[in-house]
């Protein structure tokens, strides 16, 4: 996926994190820097959705005097286990037994299925 494709289109996954020196020291040449702790939702979001979200988690994390802010982060969605264009169905997919049908044994030694 090219970057351009998260020039503000999303989908994004808002986090919230901590930072390493709260708050900001004028003797630093470097910002603090973010540490995530959790995702703050557990769906992705659209670029509005997650600045509205950002806004106004930071606005009452700022007016309470918390040590967190939460940051949108651009994302790829990807499906375990989906195949890729090209793929042979028959081979991702396992075989399966139609519901309801009765599984025989393929050899019974001594009374015992084998």
């Known amino acids: 996926m090219k970057d351009a494709d998260h020039a503000g289109n999303g989908p994004f996954r808002v986090w919230i994190a901590s930072y390493d020196r709260w708050p900001p020291q004028p003797d630093h040449d470097a910002g603090p820097t ?46 375990v286990g989906e195949p890729l264009p090209g793929t042979r169905l028959c081979d991702q997919i396992p075989h399966q037994e139609p519901v309801g049908a009765e599984k025989k044994p393929a050899i019974r030694l001594l009374g015992v299925d084998v």
């Open 34 to 79: 973010a540490v995530a702790l959790e995702p703050a939702e557990e769906n992705t979001m659209s670029a509005a959705e997650a600045a509205v979200y950002v806004e106004a988690f930071n606005r009452e994390a700022l007016h309470r005097g918390r040590n967190l802010r939460a940051v949108a982060v651009p994302v790829t969605v990807r499906y």
